[in-house]
């Protein structure tokens, strides 16, 4: 298997063990993000819009820095600290997606790193 490990300084740098993103072929698997902001690695400052909107920004960097883009996305998975904030994710996700849009699942989890209410990780099919 011939991997390519994907990192940009437009997005957070990993705070684990993990790569922004792996591309195998013509598959790319990015990371989930959470709402940093990549120039002080703090979290967004803002109502869970800003926060949605930040991980989405975050999402589309690595995308690009892997030779696509958002729309480029086949599965979507969005975690949320609360599930009442899903129409939230909608609206923002039409911001960065057109259509026709990706698959996607919305799972709530009772925590996520840092105290974000959000994370989505994506994957995406180039070429």
């Known amino acids: 298997m011939n991997k390519t490990i994907i990192s940009t ?5 990993a705070i684990g063990t993990y790569s922004q993103a792996v591309r195998v ?3 790319v698997y990015l990371s989930g993000q959470i709402p940093l902001v990549p120039a002080t690695m703090q979290m967004v400052e803002g109502d869970i819009a800003a926060q949605v909107r930040q991980v989405f920004e975050n999402l589309a960097a690595v995308a690009k820095a ?4 958002l729309n480029d996305c086949v599965k979507v998975h969005v975690f949320l600290t609360d599930l009442v904030n899903f129409p939230v994710v909608n609206q ?9 849009y990706p698959a996607r ?23």
């Open 66 to 69: 892997a030779g696509g883009s």
């Open 92 to 100: 923002v996700m039409s911001e960065f997606f057109a259509e026709p």
């Open 25 to 27: 072929g013509d598959t």
């Open 9 to 13: 300084t437009d997005a957070p740098q």
């Open 105 to 127: 699942a919305a799972i709530g989890v009772a925590a996520l790193p840092r105290g974000a209410q959000v994370e989505v990780d994506a994957i995406m099919v180039l070429g």
